[in-house]
Nanobody, 116 residues
Framework: QVQLVESGGGLVQPGGSLRLSCAASESIFSIYAMGWYRQAPGKERELVAHITTSDSTIYSGSVKGRFTISRDNAKNTVYLQMNSLKPEDTAVYYC??????????WGQGTQVTVSS
């Protein structure tokens, strides 16, 4: 059974850091690119960061320089290190597996709230 299980969300003050993790089934982790998306209330889901099986990365302009995506092939896990967090980063963050043009699998989402 294909699974993507996120963890690491929570409440953090502006300027703080969080690291999100997404554990994936081995059957998909070795094949697909992985990504992080987010959806804020009243807004559409948007791409945050994307990493291919060869570790090529793409970031949205709003997080570039603050967030880092990485993958640990031994643990079938993808991470999103988020630094210098801002209130506008508040959203539900979703892990994805697939291609940049099409997501095949989604995680259940984890809430990130940036507030003082």
């Amino acid at each position: 059974q294909v699974q993507l299980v996120e963890s690491g969300g929570g409440l953090v003050q502006p300027g703080g850091s969080l690291r999100l993790s997404c554990a994936a089934s081995e059957s998909i982790f070795s094949i697909y690119a992985m990504g992080w998306y987010r959806q804020a209330p009243g807004k559409e889901r948007e791409l945050v960061a994307h990493i291919t099986t060869s570790d090529s990365t793409i970031y949205s302009g709003s997080v570039k320089g603050r967030f880092t995506i990485s993958r640990d092939n031994a643990k079938n896990t993808v991470y999103l290190q988020m630094n210098s967090l801002k209130p506008e980063d508040t959203a539900v963050y979703y892990c994805s597996a697939g291609r940049l043009s099409q997501t095949y699998y989604w995680g259940q989402g984890t809430q990130v709230t940036v507030s003082s």
